[in-house]
């Protein structure tokens, strides 16, 4: 069983940088895959981005890997997300998952969710 607590969201200006954080509690975090997704209102839950358990595969979504970095510290059983050049359309509902997906895209792969952290970019 793995809990995930996300943290780090907030309001940022068009251009501007912001890092989550999701803090995973049980002894076997290092063996998931790690991934963040997004859902804006009405729309559908996206992904950002992933990376495997010794972090030796990192995926991000076409659109976003030259502004976001995921990178992950299993000493800590914590995952980060950095954010750069944020865009109002950056403004979702971030999620920290947790999961031995395949497919590292699809949200059904993974079996544990964080609450989400709200990130709001204003222009």
């Known amino acids: 069983q793995v809990q995930l607590v996300e943290s780090g969201g907030g309001l940022v200006q068009a251009g501007g940088s912001l890092g989550l954080s999701c803090a995973a509690s049980?002894?076997?975090?290092?063996?998931?895959?790690m991934a963040w997704f997004r859902q804006a209102p009405w729309k559908e839950r996206e992904f950002v981005a992933a990376?495997?358990?010794?972090?030796?595969?990192?995926l991000y979504a076409e659109s976003l890997k030259e502004r976001f970095t995921i990178s992950r510290h299993n000493a800590k059983n914590t995952v980060y997300l950095q954010m750069n050049s944020l865009k109002p359309e950056d403004t979702a509902v971030y999620y920290c998952a947790a999961g031995h997906a395949v497919d590292l895209e699809i949200p059904d792969g993974y079996s544990y969710w964080g609450q989400g952290t709200q990130v709001t970019g204003s222009s």
């Open positions: 049980g002894r076997t975090f290092s063996a998931y895959t």
């Open positions: 990376a495997t358990w010794n972090a030796g595969v990192t």
